[in-house]
């Protein structure tokens, strides 16, 4: 069975770093996407990052490039999301999909699988 599942979530300051992880299940990690996404209350869900497993192509909204980073590691079919100099406006449910596909995209409908999110607070 396909799944994703999220953790590392939590409250940080203004300025502050985060580390969240994204470990799958009952795929191959060499062959997909994986994106972050992340939802707001009343606002659609948006991507902020995306990976393309085969060869490590990564790309960024502009409203975290520089400050976000996407890796994985492949031993613990794990991908990370950094988050750096959070600002208030980062505050927001943050999902991984995963596309079987591995497209590039920040496009919602390109994911198949959805874990259940975690949040992340920036707040004094």
């Known amino acids: 069975q396909v799944q994703v599942v999220e953790s590392g979530g939590g409250l940080v300051q203004p300025g502050g770093s985060l580390r969240l992880a994204c470990t799958g299940s009952?795929?191959?990690?060499?062959?997909?996407?994986i994106g972050w996404f992340r939802q707001v209350p009343g606002k659609e869900r948006e991507g902020v990052a995306c990976l393309r497993a085969r060869d490590g192509t990564t790309y960024y909204d502009d409203s975290v490039q520089g400050r976000f980073t996407i890796t994985k590691d492949n031993s613990k079919k794990t991908v990370y999301l950094h988050l750096s100099r959070l600002k208030p406006d980062d505050a927001a449910v943050y999902y991984c999909a995963l596309d079987l596909h591995g497209r590039l995209s920040l496009y919602r409908g390109s994911y198949q699988h959805w874990g259940q999110g975690t949040q992340v607070t920036v707040s004094t």
């Open positions: 009952g795929f191959n990690l060499d062959a997909v996407a």
